[in-house]
Structure formats: structure tokens, C-alpha cells
């Protein structure tokens, strides 16, 4: 996001500077939104711990039906950039204190106005302890939140963070109602209006009329479901009985791409699994172990064979391609056994046997495990692979032996990103590596004023991590999915699949 | 003693087993890996936080203690809260059951007659062509995994044809023909594995007792042979045969996990699921007892057709 000192946040947030912007696809403007119908969309998991509330969102249904109910103070609705949306003006000068102006004549489902202090109550209650709350690292940074004006507040921060407009666009931050503890229904300023709510079978909402987007949205009527089974979904779109799925996986699209009645969206995400070497145990604290193993992985083959071409190949640190801090001047690492056999047998490492823990938890680990196992035979490592389930994979094996792997989930911004996993005493910084110099630039970027500057830093702590670090990232992984062609206006949304979940306001259906 | 009193014995035994059955249930439930607090929170588990959700659910309590709270609530008729979901696990399970229950149902409905007039014909025409074919097919069909029925018949009937939808999509106010549409698969994939053991199973008994004595004296006695088979042989086999029906229609009710994933249905087998996987604890073991109580009360009134259909069995 840009954030030159001399320009307001509002002309910044506004403007069309769209850095990670990817192209509408020409059949969303071939046609004029037309408005009415009812559709029906599949999501990859539903379950009794579906929730309306949008602190305890935890999977890509929960985001869907949260972005159809409730509104944030800022949305991204196109690239990584935030835009405004309950937000009219969002306004700093040092960014820790920021002013926010909501936008007039907004009104709840339940037709009370949106004021500041439904605002203030929205953020500061993921502070809670006792309310689970998912984002509470996040909103710990949040000092404090006060009531200025009817339609305005200021936030202060613990220490300075330009990016607060994207985090407050993530689904965990909509508003709602000051008060709302009794989540058994929504009370929102979203699009939709909830209708029934049966958590694990199934969510219809229908439309707003008083949504604030003047002439949106367009459907009546969207009923959102949860099939868990990939196979399922795959064949409840084809068999015509749902609209949109996601979470499609690579091998499917080849039944898909076959019927003219269907069609695959693809999001370039940051999605990622990683090889985590942990830095404080033998051998894979070892340098030259890590860069080894960083030469092992066939990058391109994983992208191909694995992920049949869905998917970008990636660079050992995580800002993936299209952000808008990617540094695009790192030269990428390529498969070279002869230097992995070098470094190993430099480090004397060579002959040895290594157990790796992949679990379906983790996607696509095993797969890549047991491509890494092949191709480190051939160069005299023995690595044994142990599959183990997805039940308890992360609290019992994840960074708990040296080699692991892990998933981590496209974030909205770079810093958090970084703050979340690499920083040196982050709680998931993966590999536990320590890098006082990443940790001194990574404070610094939340700060910095001079975007130049800014992205310079981003640059460094990129070079860092894909030099010393101690996790390897072959590929960011795509999201798919996949749609009935009657459906228009769908398009891809850089912050998830689903149009960054948030497709509800954007689609119509066409006959 | 009397028919009643053996009732009565057999009905405290299932009481006790229930009892068993939950103490077991407790302790193998709390013996899976991380709890609802850890789960909930998933990979973004902090040891605060998990220690705030932890105490917020009553999780730190000694185990022993929270078995006596649970089987405390559970005599009272209510089984607590759900974890994940924080609504009363009466309320998900009254939601999903009836589901199951209709489902189970159904299918029963159709498998059992197909599957005794399959197994008498069979039991009938001993050694036969048609017995020989009915043992061929029950044997296939016993063999077929659901999860490969299921599939193919969405990938014939769905997907291919779109005659009938490939999950089971039932509309707040479903007509006949919609629920019909809406059963066809699930129950054709169910009766085809309930069909197939039922009918083998009837066959067998009905020809266990076309062996013994009084059926060779019927059969000398000129009886013809549907007479022997349907009057004389069939009251007799009746104990085994409402045995194996009860054992198909118990594996209807918890069995459908795989039907219920493929077809996406709502009912209680993919609800115990989802808690496995939520570790939420009170919703795990109020499905688990429900399906050891129809397991124990479908078993218990095969056991009073047996009782009441052989009198040998009263004076036992």
C-alpha cells in the first residue's frame, strides 16, 4: 500500500494503485450485472464449529458467510491494495494514532445506524482473553480504541504499523453491533441478511436492500453449504446441483476443464507448504545442511507433477510474486544435487539417516517428501519419510523435530507475515532461526514513512531468509476453483480463493 | 421363568453395559491426542490462549471428575454444551438424528422385505440355479465397498445422466418427488450392502432348519415344500433371521459415515465425525452413547422375538 507522507490515507487507500491487481477476466464485462436469482456454493468444510461469529473464524466457509453478513471499515476488492468500505476517511500522520471517519447513513439488518462505538466494541473485544478470539496476537497491538464523534473514532497503536488498513480488512474484523455477544444469528451491515443458519448443514442469506453499495448485490438468495469430500464437490458441480466451489484439487481439473458448462478460476496465493529445518538441533542447524537441502528440492517438478502447473515456483522466502513488496531481484535457487552433495559432504553430513515428518495436514507434504527422499538416495542421504494423520499433526509433531513440515496461510500483509513467522521470538517462527538484523528491519518497516525506504527493507528481510533461513519453500501453491459458467462477474481476488472470500457481493446469475 | 422376567434381566444387562459403555467412551475419548481448546485454536495455538479456552470450557478439571459431572448431567437428560459451537448438544443432536433415523429407516424399509423374499427364495431352491445366482450376487454385493457403489452410481446417475443429484440436498419444504430424488442414491447404496448380508443370512438359518429332523418328517409327510419352508421352518428360523436384521439396522444408524460423506448428509454419523475432529468431548460422547443404545436396544428386541418366537428359550 502506498503511503507517501504528504497524501491523506483516504486519497492513498482510494486511488488506483493497485499493485497486485490481477486481470478481470473479459466474460465479467461482456455482460451487464443483472439482478435476481439463487445459487447455491459448496465450500471445502463445514462442521458444528460453523460460527456467525467473526472473531472464531477459522476456515474458508466461516469467511465466506462473514463476508456476507457483516462489512469491515476497508476491504480489499481487487489486488493486495485495501480499499475503503466502512471507512470513509482513514487518516495518519505517525501511524500509530489513525483517525477514522465512517461513512454516513449506513444501517445494521436490523435497521439501528452504524456509530463509532459499534466500531470500538468490534475491535477492541478480541482483546478478550476469554472470547478466543483468533486474530488476539494481532489486535493486542491495538492499545485503544475511543469514540471521537457519532461517525468518528481514532485507534492508537502499540508502536507504529502502516499496514493497520489491510489488517482491518480481513473477515476477523468486520463490524458488528456494539453489544452483540448472542451469535446465534447476525446482526450485520454486509450484503446479505442471514435467513437460516443450521452450523454444519448449511447457511441462506438473501438480500440486502439497504445494503450500502448503491445497486449491490445482485443474487436473491445464496445458500452456502459445506461438502468436506473433494470428490463430492467436484461432482456436485458437475452434476449441476451447486453454482461454486473451492479448493479444488489440481486433479480434478481435467474433469472439470471438459464439460463447456464449467469453468476454473485460479488464485496465485501465498500459500505455502515449507521443509522446516530447525536451526537449534543437529544436523539441520548446520549451514551448509540447509543450503543443501535448499538445492535439493526440484521446484519445477513439484510445480508440474504435484501441483500440475497450479502453482508458482518460489524462492526459500515467503512474499510471493504480484505483492506488493516482492523483490523481484532475488535470483532463484535451482535443483543442483552436485552442489547439495558438496555442501553435504563438507559439513559431513553425507551417509546419514534422517527421519521427516509429512502429514496430509500439511498439503502436498507427503508427496514432496517422498520426492526429496529419491532424489537425496541419489546423492548418498538417507531420509526416512514418517506419514503420520492430520489429528493432532500440529500441536504433536510440527516444529517438534528437526525436519517437519509445515502450511502456512496466505497473510494479508508482509509484516505480518514476517512478524507471525520469522521473527526471531515470534511463537511460530518455524525454524527458530535467530537473525538480530531481520528483527531491527522488520521494526523499522512498520514505521517507515518513505515507501522507497520501506520497500527496500521488505527487499533485505526477503534476501535474509532465502539466504540464512532455515525453512524451504519450493512453491506457493494456487487456489482453485470452480464455477458453473452461468455465474458471472467471478473473477480472482488476490487475498484468497472465493474472491478473497467474498465473492457474495460481486456475482450475478445470468438466464 | 417368566417371558417378562427374562426381559427384565436382559434389560438390566443393557442398562449395565451402558454403563461400561461410557466409562469407556469417557476414557478412550480423553486418551486422543490435544483437547477442544488446542483443536479450536488449531495451529495458532498460544499457550495463553489455550489455557484461557482451557479453563473457559472446565477442561482443567481431574478427569475422574468430569466423568462423574458428564454421567451426573447424563441422568438428568442433559448432555451439556458443545464445545466448538458453544449450543447445547441436545439441540445439534435433535437436529441430526431424526435425519439418521429417516434414513436408517427407510432403507430398512425397502432392504428387509427384498432381503427375506431373496433369502426364502434362495433357502427354498437349495443347490438351484437361482440359488447358485442369488449367492453369486449377494456374495458381489457383500464384497462391493460402499464408498465404490456410492461413487459410481453419482458418476451414472448425477453426473452423467442428471437424473438424480449427486448429494442429498433436501429444501425447507421438500415435496415427494424431491425427497425422492434426494434418497434414491443414499438408500440404494445402504439397502445394496444391507440386502446382500441380510438375504445370505436368512438363507442360512431358513436351511439350518430345513435340515433338522421335523423338517425331513414334514417333507416326508408329502408336505410340499413352500408349506415346509414357510410354515414350519421360517417361525423357527425367526430368532436368527430378527438377529441379523437387527445387526444390519444398528449398522444403518452408525455405519453411514461413508454414505453420509459422500452424499453429504446431515446426519448424526458425520456430526460424532466433525466432533472427533473438534475434540469436542460432550458432542463425541452423546453420539457414542446413542449408538451403543440403539446398538443395545435393537439387539435387545431381537433377543424378545427370539425369546418369544422359540418357547425353549422361556424355560432357559
Known amino acids: 500500500m502506498s503511503s507517501r507522507p504528504d497524501l491523506t490515507r483516504r486519497e492513498a487507500l482510494s486511488g488506483l494503485s493497485a499493485a497486485g491487481a490481477l486481470p478481470v477476466l473479459p466474460a465479467a464485462l461482456a455482460t451487464a450485472p443483472r439482478r435476481g436469482g439463487r445459487i447455491r456454493v459448496a465450500s471445502i468444510s463445514s462442521s458444528s464449529a460453523d460460527t456467525l461469529d467473526p472473531a472464531k473464524g477459522a476456515l474458508s466457509t466461516d469467511y465466506v458467510r462473514h463476508f456476507m453478513l457483516y462489512s469491515g471499515l476497508t476491504q480489499f476488492s481487487d489486488g493486495l491494495t485495501p480499499r475503503l468500505a466502512l471507512a470513509e476517511a482513514f487518516e495518519t500522520s505517525d501511524r500509530v494514532r489513525w483517525s477514522i471517519r465512517l461513512r454516513k447513513g449506513v444501517e445494521f439488518h436490523d435497521g439501528s445506524p452504524l456509530t463509532a462505538a459499534d466500531v470500538v466494541y468490534s475491535l477492541l473485544r478480541h482483546k478478550t482473553p476469554a472470547l478466543g478470539s483468533k486474530v488476539k496476537t494481532i489486535a493486542d497491538q491495538i492499545l485503544e480504541a475511543r469514540v471521537t464523534g457519532p461517525q468518528a473514532l481514532e485507534i492508537r497503536l502499540s508502536g507504529p504499523n502502516a499496514d493497520l488498513p489491510a489488517i482491518l480488512a480481513t473477515s476477523h474484523f468486520v463490524i458488528i453491533k456494539d453489544g452483540a455477544h448472542d451469535f446465534r444469528t447476525a446482526n450485520g451491515t454486509g450484503p446479505y441478511r442471514l435467513r437460516a443458519f443450521n452450523p454444519g448443514v448449511r447457511t441462506i442469506v438473501s438480500r440486502n436492500p439497504n445494503y450500502w453499495k448503491p445497486g449491490r448485490p445482485y443474487l436473491d438468495e445464496i445458500e452456502l453449504i459445506g461438502i468436506p469430500d473433494e470428490v463430492s464437490r467436484v461432482n456436485a458441480l458437475l452434476s449441476g446441483d451447486v453454482h461454486l466451489v473451492n479448493a479444488i484439487n489440481p486433479r480434478s481439473t481435467r474433469r472439470i476443464a471438459a464439460s463447456h458448462r464449467h469453468g476454473i478460476i485460479e488464485t496465485r496465493s501465498g500459500l505455502y507448504t515449507d521443509m522446516i529445518l530447525r536451526q537449534d538441533r543437529a544436523p539441520t542447524g548446520d549451514p551448509n545442511f540447509v543450503l543443501a537441502m535448499k538445492h535439493l528440492f526440484d521446484r519445477e517438478l513439484i510445480c508440474k507433477a504435484l501441483y500440475r502447473g497450479y502453482a508458482t515456483v518460489a524462492n526459500d522466502q515467503p512474499i510471493p510474486p504480484g505483492h506488493p513488496y516482492y523483490f523481484p531481484g532475488l535470483p532463484q535457487r535451482t535443483h543442483d544435487p552436485d552442489r547439495a552433495r558438496f555442501l553435504l559432504k563438507k559439513a559431513g553430513l553425507l551417509n546419514l539417516r534422517l527421519p521427516v515428518y509429512a502429514s496430509p495436514a500439511a498439503d502436498g507434504s507427503v508427496d514432496m517428501a517422498s520426492i526429496l527422499q529419491e532424489q537425496a538416495g541419489q546423492i548418498g542421504l538417507r531420509l526416512a519419510v514418517n506419514r503420520v494423520p492430520s489429528d493432532g499433526y500440529w500441536s504433536n509433531h510440527w516444529m517438534k523435530h528437526p525436519l517437519t513440515f509445515g502450511n502456512t496461510n496466505p497473510r494479508p500483509t508482509a509484516d505480518l507475515l514476517f512478524s507471525l513467522f520469522y521473527k526471531s521470538d515470534a511463537a511460530w517462527n518455524e525454524s527458530g532461526w535467530k537473525s538480530d538484523r531481520f528483527d531491527q528491519l522488520l521494526l523499522a518497516a512498520r514505521g517507515e514513512a518513505d515507501e522507497a525506504r520501506r520497500k527496500q527493507m521488505y527487499a533485505e528481510m526477503q534476501i535474509l531468509v532465502h539466504d540464512k533461513g532455515g525453512v524451504v519453500i519450493p512453491v506457493f501453491i494456487s487456489s482453485l476453483d470452480a464455477f458453473d459458467r452461468r455465474l458471472k462477474g467471478f473473477r480472482s481476488i488476490a487475498t484468497g480463493g472465493l474472491m478473497g472470500y467474498a465473492f457474495a457481493e460481486y456475482v450475478w446469475l445470468e438466464g | ?316
Open chain 2, 1 to 316: 421363568m417368566t417371558t417378562l422376567q427374562l426381559i427384565l434381566k436382559r434389560l438390566g444387562a443393557a442398562a449395565l453395559t451402558l454403563l461400561l459403555v461410557s466409562m469407556i467412551v469417557f476414557t478412550i475419548s480423553s486418551l486422543l491426542p490435544g483437547d477442544a481448546a488446542s483443536e479450536t485454536l488449531g495451529q495458532s495455538a498460544t499457550p495463553e490462549a489455550v489455557a484461557a479456552l482451557r479453563a473457559q470450557l472446565g477442561l482443567n478439571e481431574p478427569a475422574p471428575a468430569r466423568y462423574l459431572h458428564w454421567l451426573g448431567s447424563l441422568f438428568t437428560g442433559d448432555p451439556g454444551r458443545s464445545m466448538s459451537s458453544d449450543l447445547p448438544v441436545r439441540t445439534l443432536i435433535a437436529s441430526r438424528l431424526p435425519k439418521s433415523l429417516f434414513l436408517a429407516g427407510l432403507t430398512a424399509l425397502i432392504a428387509t422385505p427384498i432381503a427375506l423374499a431373496l433369502g426364502v427364495a434362495a433357502a427354498m431352491r437349495k443347490d438351484s440355479t437361482l440359488d447358485r445366482g442369488l449367492s453369486l450376487l449377494t456374495l458381489s454385493m457383500v464384497a462391493a465397498p460402499e464408498f465404490l457403489v456410492a461413487t459410481l452410481g453419482v458418476l451414472l446417475f448425477a453426473v452423467k445422466l442428471r437424473w438424480l443429484p449427486s448429494i442429498t440436498l433436501i429444501p425447507e419444504h421438500p415435496s415427494a418427488l424431491d425427497l425422492l430424488r434426494a434418497y434414491a442414491l443414499p438408500v440404494a447404496t445402504l439397502a445394496f450392502g444391507v440386502i446382500a448380508q441380510m438375504a445370505r443370512m436368512t438363507r442360512a438359518a431358513l436351511i439350518d432348519q430345513l435340515q433338522q429332523p421335523y423338517a425331513e418328517m414334514a417333507t416326508l409327510k408329502g408336505l410340499s415344500r413352500p408349506r415346509v419352508v414357510l410354515v414350519h421352518a421360517l417361525p423357527n428360523a425367526a430368532g436368527p433371521v430378527a438377529n441379523a436384521i437387527a445387526l444390519s439396522l444398528s449398522y444403518l444408524l452408525g455405519g453411514a459415515i461413508i454414505v453420509e460423506t459422500i452424499f453429504n448428509y446431515p446426519g448424526i454419523a458425520s456430526l460424532m465425525v466433525d466432533a472427533v475432529t473438534s475434540r469436542d468431548m460432550p458432542l463425541l460422547q452423546a453420539c457414542a452413547m446413542i449408538f451403543c443404545a440403539a446398538y443395545l436396544a435393537l439387539v435387545l428386541i431381537a433377543d424378545v422375538c427370539a425369546i418369544l418366537s422359540n418357547p425353549r428359550l422361556r424355560q432357559a
